[in-house]
């Protein structure tokens, strides 16, 4: 039997960059947003292998658990993966957080990061970068403080749905990663270990990069603003996903 893991994320958290390079481990198939929206985002060649297209949408979501069963069926190597955001489907949703079988890494970015990041895309519609020398972004925005607070109460509620529904005594079922810790070799390693791959390898690199490579004041207008509410609520820009909350918490408890 294949080892099943999903990536519960959210948007602008680098799961592009961390699938890619899970799907390049020898043992593992990962595959994107099985469950967007509007798309069945399937490479080609398991689009004739399942025999579903990127716009089957609705005979995906008729029978949305027998849909990855294919899935599964279809991939090759011994553990097979996909991202999952809250939203996509709620009966694929339950059945990762309740079956002991499905391994879930949560991965998880600063929110500031990842509101900053989502309006950047929202504003340019360039969503990811295959090329270091293209999908830059070149616009500002302004940043809505209310409609961020709405963003960290609901990232709030899915962290705590998620580390409350994983029955997780042992260690083997749940992996919090943070998007400040991407990159670095022990994280891969460790990830590898609560996987069951054997050693990670290294020598392979993602095909997607960062867009922003500007500091927030060049690209959101009213920064300033920005870091003075953030001081009010004791966060930053800067701290991982975990404090903020836990902070952002306290401060609103």
């Known amino acids: 039997m294949k080892q099943r893991f999903v990536v519960l994320t959210s948007r602008r958290s680098g799961s592009y960059f961390l699938g890619d390079l899970l799907d390049r481990q020898p043992a593992v198939t990962c595959h994107g947003e099985l469950f967007k929206r ?103 925005i302004r940043f809505e403080w209310d409609e961020f607070c709405r963003y960290v109460t609901a990232q709030n509620a899915f962290y705590k749905r998620v580390t409350g529904c994983v029955d997780d005594k042992t260690g083997h079922r749940l992996l919090c990663i943070d998007y400040q810790d991407l990159g670095k070799q022990d994280v891969y390693d460790r990830v590898a270990r609560f996987l069951g791959i054997g050693d990670w390898d290294h020598g392979t690199g993602s095909g997607y990069f960062k867009q922003l490579n500007k500091p927030y004041p060049q690209v959101v207008e009213n920064w300033c603003d920005v870091e003075n509410m953030c001081k009010q609520v004791g966060v930053d820009e800067t701290m991982p996903f975990e404090a903020f909350v836990a902070r952002w918490r306290e401060a609103n408890a």
């Open 38 to 140: 509007n798309v069945v985002e399937l490479r080609p060649a398991f689009r004739r292998g399942t025999g579903f297209d990127r716009h089957d949408v609705e005979r995906r979501d008729a029978a949305p658990l027998a849909f990855l069963d294919l899935v599964v069926d279809e991939s090759p190597g011994t553990h097979v993966g996909f991202k999952l955001f809250e939203y996509h489907n709620a009966a694929v949703l339950e059945y990762v957080l309740g079956d002991p079988n499905v391994k879930v890494i949560f991965l998880a970015r600063n929110p500031v990061q990842c509101w900053v990041s989502w309006q950047l895309a929202r504003a340019t519609d360039q969503w990811t970068r295959r090329n270091r020398n293209e999908g830059r972004y070149d616009a500002t």
